[in-house]
């Protein structure tokens, strides 16, 4: 390993003992959760899990319209028009 790498396996393995969730990338190329690392870092690759985006989105179910909310957004008028404000959140 050279440094640079080093850098990058440390902070992984410092995220472990900190409690973050850790993968490993399989033979068939998919990263798999591991409790217990064996840090192998010869044969496998290990990342921090990441975090899923998470936003706000207003909706309204009879045109399936769909506008981002942002701080600056006129509530009122989402409110008035039967926009409901949902939260997204992407699966990882």
Known sequence: MNKKQT??????????VDGEDIE????HGNWVPTHEPDWNWIDFLYLIKPKPVEFKVWYRDSDKD?????????????EY??????????VV
Do not use: S
């Open 7 to 16: 850098e990058a396996a440390i902070k992984v393995m410092q995220a472990y």
């Open 81 to 90: 028009n039967n926009y409901r404000l949902i939260t997204v959140r992407e």
């Open 24 to 27: 490993y990338l399989d033979q």
């Open 66 to 78: 769909r506008i981002t909310y942002t701080p600056d957004d006129d509530l009122k008028w989402f």
